[in-house]
């Protein structure tokens, strides 16, 4: 494994998130109205946390991940006075306790894991802060042995599904906003609790599309104090192709095949793995 990487029971991270800060998430405090936008890599996260911060009069401080830096990280989080929009890319057991304890609000986004997994191997490509990789057969291995930073994509979405009926979490997936994004947007921002009309959803939606994203982008200088990425602050290296299926391009017909009989395995009853019929 290159440097840029390093475990924490079992799971691999960024080098950018400290082993001492990781053993003491669980005294970060929380705050009732925190909102925490959870997700695997590259499910959506900085889509959906465009959304957020778009939606009129929210009156929120989206911050960087809880868990990207160093034990200095839990006194910066308490600096913030507006309602906190926190990201992360932890599994559920290793969301902080005191989350857990104040039922703070939690929206989970998911992505097909074929789709994640090409968009995952192509930031292995492109982003400096990840290790090298040589080949997507090469890549699809490690994907499929859990082997990448935050660890398996079935253990982190069984993790997060085990508390699918916890009424804190909102699940929501990224080909559904893909589709019909004032839909997911509503479901959002009712969520939240926040009032908006349908011009502001459809304003929302429009700030929020791929091609608006991508161009703000390439304009934006990187403030690595204002990612939401605990892997890259360049933004430019995250908009790619913002399409889904796009996998097709990449699996061989053994590859799927293989892909599929894991899926099948791990996700046997897995509910939201459902969802995904419609994308493999
Ligand atoms: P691709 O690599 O498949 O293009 P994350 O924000 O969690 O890192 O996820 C990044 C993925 O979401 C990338 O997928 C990126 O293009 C896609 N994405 C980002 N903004 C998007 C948008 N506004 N609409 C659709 N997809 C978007």
Redesign the pocket.
């Known amino acids: 494994q290159s440097s840029s990487l390093h475990k924490f029971k079992e799971i691999l991270f960024s080098t950018m998130s400290s082993e001492e800060l990781l053993n003491s998430l669980d005294s970060f405090s929380a705050r009732e109205d925190d909102v925490f936008l959870v ?12 959304v957020i911060e778009n939606i009129p009069n929210a009156d929120i401080t989206l911050t960087s991940p809880i868990e990207l830096g160093d034990i200095s990280k839990l006194e910066e989080l308490k600096t913030y006075c507006k309602r906190r929009i926190i990201p992360t890319h932890l599994n559920y057991n290793m969301l902080p306790m005191d989350i857990k304890q104040k039922q703070c609000k939690i929206i989970y ?1 998911i ?1 097909n894991p074929k ?2 997994a ?3 191997f ?2 292995y490509r492109d982003n400096p802060n990840l290790p090298g990789v040589e080949t997507w057969a090469a890549f699809l291995e490690l994907f499929l042995r859990g082997n990448v930073v935050y660890g398996s994509w079935f253990d982190h979405v069984l993790s997060w599904e085990s508390h699918k009926n916890d009424k804190n979490i909102l699940f929501i997936f ?1 080909e559904e ?2 589709k019909d994004s004032s839909k997911s947007i509503k479901k959002i921002t009712s969520f939240l609790d926040i009032n908006v009309s349908d011009n502001e959803i459809n304003q929302i939606a429009w700030k ?7 161009n703000n982008a390439a304009k934006e200088n990187c403030d690595p104090n204002k990612t ?2 605990v ?1 890259t602050s360049n933004k430019n290296l ?6 889904v299926g ?1 996998w097709i391009n990449y699996f061989t017909s053994e590859q799927k095949r293989v892909f599929d009989e894991l899926f099948t395995e791990k996700m046997k009853h897995s509910e939201l793995a459902r969802h995904f019929e419609d994308y493999s």
């Open positions: 997700s695997y890599p590259k499910s959506g996260t900085h889509w959906f946390a465009k986004i992505r789709d994640t090409v968009s995952l192509h930031y990224y906003m893909k929020s599309s791929f091609r608006e994203m991508k939401i990425c892997l995250v908009f790619r192709k913002g399409a796009d």
